[in-house]
């Protein structure tokens, strides 16, 4: 599985982004797929995933009601994160992954498959 991460970008603190995951060479049907970032100094800590159908959703507590995971209705295998509210504290590099797995708290055990990471900051 190749994952192409897109969307990162600055924004004052209050506003919104929205990253996109293009998913390409296997079918991820029985895939959890979903993102992780790294602030600086950091580690790199799970934010959200989903499995291919929505059935299976799980957020960090720390995005919980302000960050959404969804799929593109129209486009194959392109999964996104709208991110509202943005916080100081959520300037990172996002990165996209995935897990053979239908249960999507499990992604942020470890993921199977990385995709390159999208820098997001946040400014005050």
């Known amino acids: 599985v190749q994952l192409q991460a897109s969307g990162g970008g600055t924004v004052q603190a209050g506003g919104s982004l929205r990253l996109s995951c293009a998913a390409s060479?296997?079918?991820?049907?029985?895939?959890?797929v979903g993102w992780f970032r790294q602030a600086p100094g950091k580690e790199r800590e799970f934010v959200a995933a989903?499995?291919?159908?929505?059935?299976?959703?799980?957020y960090a507590d720390s995005v919980n009601g302000r960050f959404t995971i969804s799929k593109d209705d129209n486009a194959k295998n392109i999964i996104y994160l709208q991110m509202n509210s943005l916080k100081p504290e959520d300037t990172a590099v996002y990165f996209c992954?995935?897990?053979?797995?239908?249960?999507?708290?499990?992604?942020?055990?470890?993921?199977?498959?990385w995709g390159q990471g999208t820098l997001v900051t946040v400014s005050s």
């Open positions: 060479g296997r079918t991820i049907s029985n895939y959890s």
């Open positions: 989903r499995t291919w159908s929505g059935y299976s959703l799980y």
């Open positions: 992954a995935a897990r053979e797995d239908l249960i999507a708290a499990r992604l942020r055990w470890g993921a199977d498959y």
